[in-house]
Every structure is written in C-alpha cells, then in structure tokens.
C-alpha cells in the first residue's frame, strides 16, 4: 500500500494539511488513510478497468461487501464504481476531457473510497489524459470576402483562425491553401502567440473577367492520426457603379377590387442593373406627397412588392396614378409609372332616409292618405346600387314610388285606435348585388283617438248588501265602467238617473262620487222601513260628442238585530190582577195558554224562543219554539192554586233581545173557586191602599155579573141547537162543575173553546218566521189566526175591534176572542 509521499508539485504547507487531517481520522476513527493514484485516457468505453483498489489498498476481497467499500463522491460516483467481487474500479460512464476541464493542462479527478469495520477512507486522485479525438474547427465555415477590382496587389486579408478542444500537441494547428493563381497563404503570429492565417493578393483582379473566387481553408492539428477542418472562402469582387437600373416596364397598370384585406400584394415592379455588389442593390421608392396614395399603399424597398396599407375604398377614389423609383448602391436611380384602377364591390348597404313625415294621425283617416315621403340612396354602382323597397310585415300601409328612389308611405285601409293604438312600420330597402346588402328603418306611427266607442259596465246588473244601521258617510260599494277611447275621450263621469220625487227621497239615502264611482250612504239605513234601493247608474264619457251606458245596481239591506220581542198577548201592560183559569180537570200535557209575541226584525233575528223563568219545579211547561204553556202532570189536592209565571221571549239574533210577561195562573173548576184565591190575594196584599183594595173587589163582582150573563145567553143558544157533539159541551167554567168525562171529549191537546187565543202565524206551517205587519201600524185583529185551528174561526174575527180597544182593566169576556180577561 503506498504511504504518505510528497508528489511533484506538492507544497509543503499542502502537506502538513494533509498531516493534520490524517490525524483528526486517525483519532476519530482509528484508522489508517492513504492515497492512490491512477492516469487513465479520456473516451474509454464503459466498464473499462481502471485498477485493482483491493490490491492497491490491501483489502481481503471476500471482505469488500462487509465492510461496504463505496465512493463518496458526487461526480465521481458518475463515472466511477466499484465491482465488489473482484474489487475493480471501472468506468461507469463516458469520460469527455473537454466537457469536464476545458483548455486547462491537468484534469484530476478526485474523490473519496470508504470501508467500514474499522471505518478507512482513501482518497483516490484520476488523471484524466488527453487524445486528438477533437479536429480543428472554424466559426464559419463559409467566410466572404469583398475585394474592388481596383485593388493592388500585395494587399492582405487576415483570415478567421480554426480552433482545437484538444491540448498540448494535439492543438497544435497549421494551415494550407486550394490551388489558385490569384491569391496566396500567409501568417500573422500575434503577441500571445497565437497564429492566425492571411490571404495576400498575387496579382490584379478583373471584374469582367471573373467577378468571384472560391479557396478552400484547411487547419490541421498535431495529433496522431491527424485532425483537419476546412472553410469555405468567398471572394466576391465588387465593381464601379457605371450602369443605372432599368425597370422591365415603363408603365405598370393593375385592377384591384376595393376593400381588399390591409397587407394584400397588389403588383410587383422590377428593375436590373448591370453592374455587381453594391452598385447593383437596388432600393425601391414610392414617390409622390398625395397623402392618399401614402396611406393607401406601400413598396417593399428590396424587392419592389407593393401592397396595400390601408383600406381601398371604390366610394372614396377610383383610380390611383404615381411613381415607383429604383436606386441602386451607387445612387443612380430610374422611374415607373404605377397606374391602379379600383373595381366596386356591393359593400354599401342601402341608405334609407324620411325627407317629410306625419307620425300622428286619427283613427278615421281615409284610405290613402300620405304618411311620410322617403328616400332611398346606395353608394354603389351598377347593379350593386340599383334597389327595390317595401313594407314588411302585413300593415294597413303600403309604399307608392314617386320619383326616382322616392317613396309615399300611405295608408290602404281603415285604422282602428282600440285595436292598434300605434305602428312600427319597418321599410326594408335591397340591391341587386351579390350578395344582396339590405337595411332597415322603422318609422312609428300613432293613432289618435276619436270618441268612437262608449263606456261599458262589466255588468248590467250589480249588487250590493248593506247591514242596517251603518254608518253615515260610510262607502258601501263601488261600480267602475271602462271606455277603450283614450285621454279625454276615456274620462268617465258618473250620475244617478232618478225620475221625479224619487231623486229627492233617494238622495237622502244615497249619493255617489262621480269620478270615482264610488256610492257613499247619506244616513243609516233601517231594514224594517226600507229593504232594498235600485238604482240606475249612468256612465258618460268626456268626448264629443259624449257617449254613455247604463248598469243597474240593487242595494240590499241585511237586518240586523235591533229589534227587541214584543209580546202580543198577554199584554205587559195589563195590570198584574190578570188571570187565567185552568180546569182542575186538567190531563197531563194539556194547553192552558199561549204567548204570543212578534219581533220586528227578520230571519234568524225574529226567530223567537219561549222560556218559563222559575227556580223552582212548575207545574206547567212552555214549547220553546210555540210558546204553548201546557200542564206538567195531573193537579193535586196539594199542589197551589195560583201560580205566576214568568215567560221570557228571546230572539235569535247576536246580540240576543229578550221581553218577558207574567201570567198567573189560576187552578179552578169554576169562578166561584177563584174568588177565594182572589180573596187570599187580598190579603196578601193588605199593604196596598184600601181604595185599591175596594175597586179590585167592586170589578171583580161587576164582571162576574157580566160574564154570569153571558154565559146564560151562551147557553140559551146552545140548546137550541139541534146537534148535540158540536161545541154544546162547552162552558166557560163560569158555570157549575161540569162533568169532566163531558170536557174531556173536546180537551185534545188544545185549550177549551172558552181559553181560545189569538196567534199571528205566516200563512206557511212549515216556515218557523212569524209575519207581522209593520210596527208603526196598528194591528188588527183580523190579520191574527188561531194557532191551533189553522184558520178555523178565522171569520169569527173579521168584525172584532182591535185588539187594543178591548184590554181594559175590568174584567169581561170578549165574544169575539172567546178570552176571560181581568
């Protein structure tokens, strides 16, 4: 293994480093550091050997794996590696001396071998040499050269000089000449040495004779084989400017179509010159100021292309007439005449302009009549700018020619405003170029209303329901009618027809905002005087002549409950001595008496409920719906024999009214048994004056003296008729007990003929409604029908007063009413 040894070149201070680093190793790792050096040619294929590292560093071979010998290096570890079977260092990759040192002398490759178990590293230093595997080479390989044939001979040309990657001998470069009998080879070494080769010129050259020269340059190196590269020389020799250029025409002439793309080619010019180089490089010009010809085109200077610059427009010039200069190097110069002619293109599309219009016109203007007058222009011409117009779209207008491109828009039907309140008369214009160019103008005309059509209700027939009782001033209900007419032809103004008296009784009721149409109540309706308004509503226009309709509006007036009952019989204002008799007699369930009352309202308003007020079991009931009082079981010896019943009538209605009346009750068979209960009345009432005590006693003796008599003349008549079943059993308990098995026959769920009543019903059983007359009338009895005999006896009543002349407050019997009364 070699040891530490100063190598040629190496300083002293390089090798005291080395010292202390092999140290700083040894007393790291406590191993031992050498240094191995190989010199290897540059190019050797892959996996060429490079030497034995296991024998160089005395390392066991079968150790090599274990002890992990590497590289440590990262371009070395590219083009190194080590086989770990045999211990070789091969070549990994292409070693290129000139890619990894340049032109330097010495190219070493350095790195680092590491073994480990004891950890070793060696450093291996690679020299790296150089072979001729690069020829000399020029920059340019085609070199040119410009001589004057007025050139001496002797002058010197210095040459571009060849370059070699290689180094040392292999660079070394000489340089040699083609055969040729004007011109020679010769060398320039400049002050670094460096050689560089000269072209000398051996004799006169003649232009005419020959005005070019081709030599070949070759540079060979000093390697082994040898290396050459070569350059073209071009020796080019230039003449006197002693010819002008020459132009093939004259006059150049072209037609171009317009609106050709900016950048076209419109002609080429051309010009020679019989002289060579310089002298013969002609400039191409365009010369002329007009700024047109300036914007519009332009020339090439080498070749003499023109092309256009800008957009070519046959509207704005047809034709374009200038001058084109050739110049060559020498500044002799000639002159063409370029002459360009534009042909037209179908690029305008029609003009359509209005010279005179009306865009307002009525509704009833006749057929025919003058719109507007237009005019119709193209900028292009022939075919291009020959044009035909119309009207599109099916319009109650149409297009009449007047002149040439003039036009009449008139009108060739009738109009109508309520359909079609404007026009947007699209005039389509066309050529006859291809392709066809076509435009449009929309032209708007109005229609103005003529007061033509009447104002129209939605219906003939409205109507409207309004609560009693509403609030004055209040709107209860609006009616609106539409006229199709504009402006003030569409103004509506409402009105009330009334005929005679009538127009002041229902302005007090009604009045309506005559342009709103809105009806406003004056005061509050009442149901029971006034159920229903029609009203005609008139509905005219603001035109001229005016135009209305008519609609006829049917107020209706809801009922409301405002009505308390009133309570016809018994009457609340008879005095509270009033009394009935009911028959000891009596069955269960039998009719003693009956309230009747009427409620002004109507509907479910005057729908009427009975009720018996008493905190206590009663012998008696009340039909919530008839109002017929009945008894509630057979009487007993027990049970009292007056009794005062409180009757509460209330209505349906929300909020609910209610009346009430009293009615005593008197449990007897006859009147001699009443007296006592009147007796004991008395005295229950010894706190009342005793004036009114003796007037009680004085009218109740009078009336049974009265009904005494009557009932004997009742009696008389009976008898004298011949049937004995028809009502010749019936008393009025006025007179002796009579045998109930007698009463029984007639007592059949009704009251006894002597306790007959009067009851106002409507005319239809089946109809719950009571139908009462007017309250501020009075009424008569004979609207009244027995409840219980549907009419029976009805004629009997015809002839009666009313009923409030026979309430009186002594007691009697009303023949007509068949009622005992107090």
Same mark, same amino acid.
């Given at each position: 293994?070699?040891?530490?040894?100063?190598?040629?070149?190496?300083?002293?201070?390089?090798?005291?480093?080395?010292?202390?680093?092999?140290?700083?190793?040894?007393?790291?790792?406590?191993?031992?550091?050498?240094?191995?050096?190989?010199?290897?040619?540059?190019?050797?294929?892959?996996?060429?050997?490079?030497?034995?590292?296991?024998?160089?560093?005395?390392?066991?071979?079968?150790?090599?794996?274990?002890?992990?010998?590497?590289?440590?290096?990262?371009?070395?570890?590219?083009?190194?590696?080590?086989?770990?079977?045999?211990?070789?260092?091969?070549?990994?990759?292409?070693?290129?001396?000139?890619?990894?040192?340049?032109?330097?002398?010495?190219?070493?490759?350095?790195?680092?071998?590491?073994?480990?178990?004891?950890?070793?590293?060696?450093?291996?230093?690679?020299?790296?040499?150089?072979?001729?595997?690069?020829?000399?080479?020029?920059?340019?390989?085609?070199?040119?050269?410009?001589?004057?044939?007025?050139?001496?001979?002797?002058?010197?040309?210095?040459?571009?000089?060849?370059?070699?990657?290689?180094?040392?001998?292999?660079?070394?470069?000489?340089?040699?000449?083609?055969?040729?009998?004007?011109?020679?080879?010769?060398?320039?070494?400049?002050?670094?040495?460096?050689?560089?080769?000269?072209?000398?010129?051996?004799?006169?050259?003649?232009?005419?004779?020959?005005?070019?020269?081709?030599?070949?340059?070759?540079?060979?190196?000093?390697?082994?084989?040898?290396?050459?590269?070569?350059?073209?020389?071009?020796?080019?020799?230039?003449?006197?400017?002693?010819?002008?250029?020459?132009?093939?025409?004259?006059?150049?002439?072209?037609?171009?179509?317009?609106?050709?793309?900016?950048?076209?080619?419109?002609?080429?010019?051309?010009?020679?010159?019989?002289?060579?180089?310089?002298?013969?490089?002609?400039?191409?010009?365009?010369?002329?100021?007009?700024?047109?010809?300036?914007?519009?085109?332009?020339?090439?200077?080498?070749?003499?292309?023109?092309?256009?610059?800008?957009?070519?427009?046959?509207?704005?010039?047809?034709?374009?007439?200038?001058?084109?200069?050739?110049?060559?190097?020498?500044?002799?110069?000639?002159?063409?005449?370029?002459?360009?002619?534009?042909?037209?293109?179908?690029?305008?599309?029609?003009?359509?302009?209005?010279?005179?219009?009306?865009?307002?016109?009525?509704?009833?203007?006749?057929?025919?009549?003058?719109?507007?007058?237009?005019?119709?222009?193209?900028?292009?011409?022939?075919?291009?700018?020959?044009?035909?117009?119309?009207?599109?779209?099916?319009?109650?207008?149409?297009?009449?020619?007047?002149?040439?491109?003039?036009?009449?828009?008139?009108?060739?039907?009738?109009? /109508?405003? *309520? %359909?079609?309140?404007?026009? #947007? +008369?699209? @005039?389509? =214009?066309? &050529?006859? !170029?291809? $392709?066809?160019?076509?435009?449009?103008?929309?032209?708007?005309?109005?229609?103005?209303?003529?007061?033509?059509?009447?104002?129209?209700?939605?219906?003939?027939?409205?109507?409207?329901?309004?609560?009693?009782?509403?609030?004055?001033?209040?709107?209860?209900?609006?009616?609106?009618?539409?006229?199709?007419?504009?402006?003030?032809?569409?103004?509506?103004?409402?009105?009330?027809?009334?005929?005679?008296?009538?127009?002041?009784?229902?302005?007090?009721?009604?009045?309506?905002?005559?342009?709103?149409?809105?009806?406003?109540?004056?005061?509050?309706? /009442?149901? *029971? %005087?006034?159920?229903?308004? #029609? +009203?005609? @509503?008139? =509905?005219? &226009?603001? !035109?001229? $002549?005016?135009?209305?309709?008519?609609?006829?509006?049917?107020?209706?007036?809801?009922?409301?409950?405002?009505?308390?009952?009133?309570?016809?019989?018994?009457?609340?204002?008879?005095?509270?001595?009033?009394?009935?008799?009911?028959?000891?007699?009596?069955?269960?369930?039998?009719?003693?008496?009956?309230?009747?009352?009427?409620?002004?309202?109507?509907?479910?308003?005057?729908?009427?409920?009975?009720?018996?007020?008493?905190?206590?079991?009663?012998?008696?009931?009340?039909?919530?719906?008839?109002?017929?009082?009945?008894?509630?079981?057979?009487?007993?010896?027990?049970?009292?024999?007056?009794?005062? +019943?409180?009757?509460?009538?209330? &209505?349906? !209605?929300? $909020?609910?009214?209610?009346?009430?009346?009293?009615?005593?009750?008197?449990?007897?068979?006859?009147?001699?048994?009443?007296?006592?209960?009147?007796?004991?009345?008395?005295?229950?009432?010894?706190?009342?004056?005793?004036?009114?005590?003796?007037?009680?006693?004085?009218?109740?003796?009078?009336?049974?003296?009265?009904?005494?008599?009557?009932?004997?003349?009742?009696?008389?008549?009976?008898?004298?008729?011949?049937?004995?079943?028809?009502?010749?059993?019936?008393?009025?308990?006025?007179?002796?007990?009579?045998?109930?098995?007698?009463?029984?026959?007639?007592?059949?769920?009704?009251?006894?003929?002597?306790?007959?009543?009067?009851?106002?019903?409507?005319?239809? $059983?089946?109809?719950?409604?009571?139908?009462?007359?007017?309250?501020?009338?009075?009424?008569?009895?004979?609207?009244?029908?027995?409840?219980?005999?549907?009419?029976?006896?009805?004629?009997?009543?015809?002839?009666?007063?009313?009923?409030?002349?026979?309430?009186?407050?002594?007691?009697?019997?009303?023949?007509?009413?068949?009622?005992?009364?107090?």
């Amino acid at each position: 293994m070699p040891g530490l040894q100063l190598q040629e070149g190496q300083s002293m201070q390089g090798l005291r480093g080395q010292v202390i680093f092999l140290f700083i190793i040894f007393w790291l790792c406590h191993s031992v550091s050498g240094q191995i050096h190989y010199s290897i040619n540059e190019e050797l294929r892959k996996g060429s050997i490079v030497g034995n590292l296991s024998n160089d560093l005395e390392l066991n071979i079968n150790d090599l794996s274990r002890r992990r010998l590497r590289i440590v290096s990262d371009m070395s570890e590219k083009y190194f590696n080590i086989n770990l079977d045999n211990g070789n260092l091969v070549i990994a990759d292409r070693i290129d001396r000139e890619t990894l040192c340049g032109a330097s002398a010495d190219c070493v490759l350095t790195f680092d071998a590491v073994v480990e178990n004891p950890l070793n590293v060696f450093s291996i230093k690679i020299d790296i040499q150089d072979i001729n595997d690069n020829p000399p080479t020029f920059v340019h390989e085609n070199i040119k050269i410009e001589i004057s044939e007025l050139t001496s001979p002797g002058r010197r040309f210095i040459l571009q000089n060849a370059e070699d990657l290689d180094v040392g001998i292999n660079s070394l470069i000489s340089y040699r000449f083609s055969t040729n009998q004007y011109f020679s080879l010769g060398e320039k070494v400049s002050s670094d040495g460096s050689v560089f080769p000269e072209l000398i010129l051996e004799k006169p050259l003649d232009r005419e004779a020959q005005d070019k020269h081709e030599l070949i340059l070759t540079a060979s190196d000093g390697g082994n084989p040898v290396q050459t590269g070569s350059a073209l020389i071009n020796i080019i020799i230039n003449d006197i400017n002693d010819n002008y250029p020459v132009f093939t025409q004259d006059v150049y002439k072209v037609s171009v179509r317009e609106n050709i793309p900016v950048n076209s080619t419109i002609l080429q010019v051309s010009a020679s010159d019989e002289d060579e180089g310089i002298n013969a490089q002609i400039t191409y010009s365009i010369r002329t100021k007009a700024k047109n010809i300036l914007q519009a085109f332009t020339i090439n200077p080498r070749n003499g292309l023109i092309t256009t610059k800008g957009y070519i427009d046959y509207e704005v010039s047809r034709f374009y007439e200038f001058s084109v200069q050739a110049e060559d190097g020498g500044s002799l110069a000639a002159k063409a005449k370029i002459v360009i002619e534009i042909t037209d293109e179908n690029d305008n599309a029609p003009d359509i302009s209005i010279t005179s219009s009306s865009d307002i016109i009525p509704e009833d203007s006749a057929p025919g009549m003058v719109v507007a007058l237009i005019k119709v222009h193209d900028r292009d011409s022939g075919e291009n700018g020959e044009l035909q117009c119309k009207i599109k779209g099916d319009l109650p207008f149409e297009l009449i020619s007047s002149e040439s491109n003039f036009y009449k828009i008139v009108t060739k039907s009738s109009l /109508d405003r *309520e %359909k079609v309140s404007s026009y #947007n +008369i699209t @005039i389509k =214009a066309s &050529d006859k !170029g291809s $392709p066809e160019m076509t435009s449009r103008k929309v032209f708007q005309v109005n229609i103005t209303d003529i007061n033509d059509n009447a104002p129209v209700f939605e219906k003939l027939l409205y109507t409207a329901f309004v609560t009693e009782n509403n609030s004055p001033g209040a709107s209860i209900f609006s009616i609106q009618a539409k006229d199709i007419d504009s402006d003030d032809n569409a103004k509506i103004t409402y009105s009330i027809k009334t005929r005679g008296k009538e127009e002041d009784s229902l302005s007090s009721y009604i009045s309506l905002n005559p342009v709103t149409g809105v009806i406003y109540a004056q005061r509050s309706f /009442d149901y *029971e %005087k006034h159920r229903e308004f #029609n +009203i005609e @509503i008139i =509905a005219r &226009d603001n !035109g001229s $002549p005016s135009l209305n309709s008519s609609a006829t509006l049917k107020i209706y007036i809801v009922d409301q409950n405002d009505n308390s009952p009133i309570i016809l019989y018994p009457s609340p204002e008879v005095d509270s001595s009033t009394f009935e008799m009911v028959p000891w007699t009596s069955e269960k369930g039998s009719l003693v008496s009956k309230v009747v009352a009427m409620d002004a309202d109507s509907g479910h308003n005057a729908w009427l409920t009975y009720f018996l007020q008493s905190s206590e079991p009663s012998l008696f009931t009340i039909d919530q719906h008839t109002g017929e009082i009945r008894t509630s079981h057979v009487f007993q010896e027990r049970d009292i024999k007056k009794h005062g +019943i409180v009757v509460l009538v209330k &209505d349906n !209605g929300i $909020p609910s009214h209610s009346a009430s009346v009293t009615i005593n009750m008197v449990i007897a068979d006859g009147f001699h048994q009443i007296l006592p209960e009147l007796s004991s009345q008395s005295n229950k009432e010894e706190s009342q004056s005793n004036l009114q005590f003796y007037l009680v006693i004085a009218l109740a003796l009078i009336s049974f003296l009265f009904m005494l008599t009557v009932v004997i003349s009742v009696v008389s008549k009976y008898k004298e008729s011949k049937s004995s079943t028809t009502f010749g059993s019936m008393s009025t308990n006025l007179y002796p007990p009579v045998d109930p098995r007698i009463i029984s026959q007639f007592n059949n769920g009704t009251l006894p003929l002597p306790y007959s009543y009067d009851v106002c019903v409507t005319l239809d $059983p089946h109809d719950q409604e009571f139908a009462f007359l007017k309250p501020q009338h009075n009424v008569p009895v004979d609207s009244l029908i027995d409840a219980d005999d549907s009419g029976i006896g009805s004629e009997m009543l015809k002839n009666c007063p009313p009923i409030e002349n026979v309430i009186s407050q002594v007691c009697f019997y009303d023949i007509c009413k068949s009622v005992f009364i107090c």
